[in-house]
């Protein structure tokens, strides 16, 4: 069983910063492409940052500039730092990641559970 842990969500005031965590853990048998996503009441879930197996980073024009993803393979983990923060980063951030498990040998988008960040005075 595959398994994905955001950690760090937090209420933080506008300007501030956190750095989000996530961590992969199962029966994995390799992984490549991470990203994280966000999403708020009412609205579709939209990717906010995307890294490649071998760390090349893509960000939505939204928070270029102010977010940074990043990845440390050997301890199957991606992050999220997020600086200069807005009451509209407000959401439930979510990372995703493409994993081969062990058993099917098949690569499948695996998610995690999600945590909030809330921006606001």
């Known amino acids: 069983q595959v398994q994905l842990v955001e950690s760090g969500g937090d209420l933080v005031q506008p300007g501030g910063s956190l750095r989000l965590s996530c961590v992969l853990s199962g029966n994995i048998f390799s992984f490549g492409t991470m990203a994280w996503h966000r999403q708020t009441p009412g609205k579709q879930r939209e990717l906010v940052a995307i890294?490649?197996?071998?760390?090349?980073?893509n960000y939505v024009d939204p928070v270029k500039g102010r977010f940074t993803i990043s990845r440390e393979n050997a301890k199957k983990a991606v992050y999220l730092q997020m600086n200069s923060l807005k009451p509209e980063d407000t959401a439930v951030y979510y990372c995703?990641?493409?994993?081969?498990?062990?058993?099917?040998?098949?690569?499948?988008?695996?998610w995690g559970q999600g945590t909030q960040v809330t921006v606001s005075s």
């Open positions: 890294i490649t197996r071998d760390g090349t980073p």
């Open positions: 995703s990641a493409v994993i081969v498990d062990t058993r099917t040998l098949r690569p499948a988008d695996y």
